[in-house]
């Protein structure tokens, strides 16, 4: 029986890590989830991640590889869409919404600053479906960090767990959602996800590697943390500074663990993400009982021991909780699409800093009305 309100919307995701697109499909009415629909994930070429790469840190405004990168991705994102519903015998006319985050390239929120790549315009066009675009742009004009944005997706699935709760994404950065037992949300990024460990697997793997990133945990199984290197990278102010804090994906700069085996490098890397968890928690207002994790950092199994050896609540990936652990940044944008086109809020003071609760994105439909 269909529920009044509920639109279809797909979301879709380029997250820190820069993998790929991860592309789901969710049912909402922006407040509540009736239910998961297919996910799946376009995996860029390395020769895409390159070029990528190189815009980071580029106003895209001026520079021309910026917005030749930004044309691509736009391309590789109606590519995502195209095979999801191709895949799973979906029509685009089943959409509702498409909610585009498109890629970060420039995030400084204490300048004001946040960028996004990507045409929402040109991807409407190319599938055929009105897509929501720009999500940030709003909450950092009114005061906010403009990240992190997922918290009120969070905040949806955990209507019926026991709380309070943390969930944590474990992408290129790592935040944490905290929900009160009355539903009150605190949001903050923690520190570095997986984006250290993986460049630094990148640029200090041997050739015969097939992925830049430590699969299975295996090199930081096989190394030892470097305690003086760690403690070098934890000596930053940021992690004793009061939320609302957001990250860029390069605001720490591995230089301490430069020279350390590619083992004893990735066993300091992967110690740095769970010591900042950890420092987390002392600014939270009050412990979990319980860690959700999210995010590809949660198939590492030396990253989840090292949390769960630090965390004093159980540690548990999102699948522990029916979730799709893969694909909830997508899904997250999904209902903030839906949210969006219903003007309700998509950033709040605890989530982003921002003044009030506030709406965001933009709206392209596909004959450019």
């Not at 391309?75 to 095979?83: D, G, N, S, T």
């Not at 992690?239 to 590619?262: C, I, M, N």
């Not at 939270?284 to 990253?303: D, H, I, S, Y």
Request: one cysteine or more; aromatic letters at 6%; a negative charge.
């Amino acid at each position: 029986m269909a529920v009044e309100g509920v639109k279809a919307a797909v979301g879709l995701m380029s997250g820190t890590s820069m993998d790929g697109i991860d592309a789901a499909v969710v049912n909402t009415d922006g407040e509540r989830v009736f239910g998961f629909g297919p996910a799946q994930t376009l995996v860029y070429d390395d020769g895409f991640r390159d070029r990528l790469r190189a815009v980071l840190g580029v106003d895209p405004d001026d520079s021309d590889e910026s917005q030749a990168v930004a044309e691509e991705l736009t391309h590789l994102h109606a590519e995502a869409v195209k095979r999801l519903l191709g895949d799973n015998d979906l029509k685009a006319d089943a959409i509702d919404a498409i909610g585009f985050h498109g890629h970060t390239v420039i995030h400084k929120p204490d300048r004001g600053i946040t960028r996004q790549i990507g045409d929402g315009a040109l991807l409407a066009r190319e599938t055929g479906i009105p897509v929501v675009s720009d999500f940030r742009a709003a909450d950092v004009a009114g005061g906010g960090q403009g990240a992190p944005l997922a918290p009120l997706y969070h905040a949806a699935l955990t209507r019926n767990l026991d709380k309070p709760l943390a969930v944590l994404n474990l992408g290129g950065v790592a935040n944490v959602t905290w929900i009160s037992p009355d539903g009150g949300l605190v949001a903050f990024d923690s520190g570095p996800g997986n984006a250290l460990i993986d460049d630094w697997v990148r640029e200090n793997g041997e050739g015969d590697m097939d992925t830049p990133m430590d699969k299975d945990g295996r090199l930081a199984h096989a190394g030892a943390v470097i305690e003086d290197a760690l403690a070098e990278l934890l000596d930053d102010p940021y992690f004793a500074r009061a939320y609302p804090k957001s990250l860029d994906r390069g605001a720490f700069d591995p230089a301490p663990v430069k020279g350390l085996s590619l083992a004893d490098g990735a066993a300091t890397l992967t110690a740095f993400t769970a010591r900042t968890v950890e420092k987390a928690v002392h600014i939270l207002p009050a412990p979990p009982n319980r860690w959700l994790v999210c995010g590809g950092g949660r198939r590492n199994p030396a990253l989840m021991a090292a949390l769960r050896g630090l965390l004093l609540q159980p540690v548990e990936p999102a699948e522990m909780a029916g979730w799709q652990g893969d694909a909830l940044e997508a899904q997250a944008f999904a209902y903030l699409a839906v949210r969006s086109l219903k003007g309700l809020p998509l950033s709040l003071p605890g989530t982003t800093g921002v003044t009030q609760p506030t709406t965001g994105g933009v709206l392209h439909r596909p004959d450019g009305s």
